[in-house]
């Protein structure tokens, strides 16, 4: 009731939610004591959670943020969701996002932008929370629910996570199922929690994680105990700094903020080496190929006649160019364009096939690195704090949104996990963040080390 209170509070402002479930929750909060009163309590029971609207929720609204989906309820769980539901976690409501968890700032929703619940000091004006996960990230911080799930493309739980003061892991690709979440670029697509702390971002994450059959990219591997990893001594482990990510124009309080998370890993016990990831400086231009190309041929199901939106039109092509017409929003028909382009014949060998060439090579200077013992590897999150809604800089070029990815990308391209915690104020008083990239399936180090900087 607290929390349902907070959000009729704040929502308006803030535009975290594009759906309250109140009768759901209050439902689903009465099982909960009803277990609890039997000493049968899961790992989650009774804790109220806020869901991205990329994950299909039996009979509860599911758009991931767009037009073309409207009015579609699903008739089935996502793995992820299921999970916490199994668990006794209590669902609150959808949370937005930008449109199919394409952007970097939330403005691209079809319900328009989300608020950051923080503000630069002495200034009114409002920023965004980042994306895609924005509302995920605002509502965590607002106390708008006590945890969120986000998912993660291209930087999508780790940039929202910065922006807002919160923490946001990508796991490794395959450790959650992406089974009954909306496909924006299936080779790249992760969920993850957005958690208040780290340890409750491990907990999140070992309710959220398993192997499942209905997506043959999740992994078979027992799930650790990550609530234990946060608190473990770091002493001995050997933190990567890798040279390249000393992108030119990095503002100085980037750069001091990471130093000084080298600082509290050095004064934790770990030994710090400088490492160098060649072909760093690709991953974003490659990005922006592999991800567009991916969602072009996963978002041709929206024909109008499967789900949701479905305009009228002289005959069935007629209809299907209406309805993408007008169910699209801007952001999502240029990934599209980009897309089928990269993919056409003629341009396929000297865009997509050479993007995915360069994609094994981001993969193999990290492989690279964690043969020479390195456990992890030490990064800022973001080239800056939040900016402010209708940016006019980022509005007149999308490149320069796309370079808000420019530190989290890299992950996604090897298929690595990536945590975002929270590090420090700029001089307005914003909040910070700090990135850690592990090994394939070692989140535990990163709980680890994340715990150290939090
Ligand atoms: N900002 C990136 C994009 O727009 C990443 C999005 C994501 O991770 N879902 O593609």
Known sequence: DAYLAAIDAANEKLNAYVAVTADKARQMAGASDARIAKGEAGALEGIPLGIKDLFATEGVHTQAASHILDGFKPRYESTVTANLWADGAVMLGKLNMDEF??????????????????????????????GSSGGSAAAVAAWLCAGATATDTGGSIRQPA??????????????????????????????????????????LLKSMASVDPKDTTSVDRPVPDYEA??????????????????????????????????DWMR???????????????YALPAYYIVAPAEASSNLARYDGVRYGLRMTGKDITDMYEKTRAAGFGDEVKRRIMIGTYVLSAGYYDAYYLRAQKVRTLIKRDFEQVFEKGVDAILTPA???????????????????????????????????????????LDARG???????IGRPFDEETLFRTGHVIE
């Open 382 to 424: 973001t080239p800056s704090a939040a900016f402010g809604v209708a940016d006019q800089d980022m509005a007149a070029d999308p490149v320069k949104m796309y370079l808000n990815d420019i530190f989290t990308v890299t992950v996604n391209m090897a298929g690595l996990p990536g945590i975002a915690v929270p590090a420090g």
């Open 267 to 281: 004064d934790a016990g770990a030994e710090i080496v400088e490492i160098s990831l060649p072909h760093t400086k």
């Open 101 to 130: 968890a394409m952007g970097s700032s939330n403005e691209t929703s079809y319900y328009g932008p989300v608020v950051n619940p923080w503000r630069a000091e002495g200034s009114n004006a409002d920023l965004v929370p980042g």
């Open 162 to 203: 910065a922006f807002t003061g919160t923490v946001g892991i990508k796991p490794t690709y395959g450790r959650c199922s992406r089974w009954g979440t909306v496909a924006f670029a299936s080779s790249l697509d992760q969920a993850g929690p957005i958690a208040r702390d780290v340890r409750d971002a491990a907990i």
């Open 430 to 436: 914003l909040p910070l963040g700090l990135q850690l």
């Open 229 to 262: 990893a946060v608190g473990q001594s770091i002493k001995g482990l050997k933190i990567g700094i890798p040279r390249e990510y000393r992108v030119d124009g990095m503002p100085q309080e980037i750069e001091a903020l990471w130093q000084k998370g080298v």
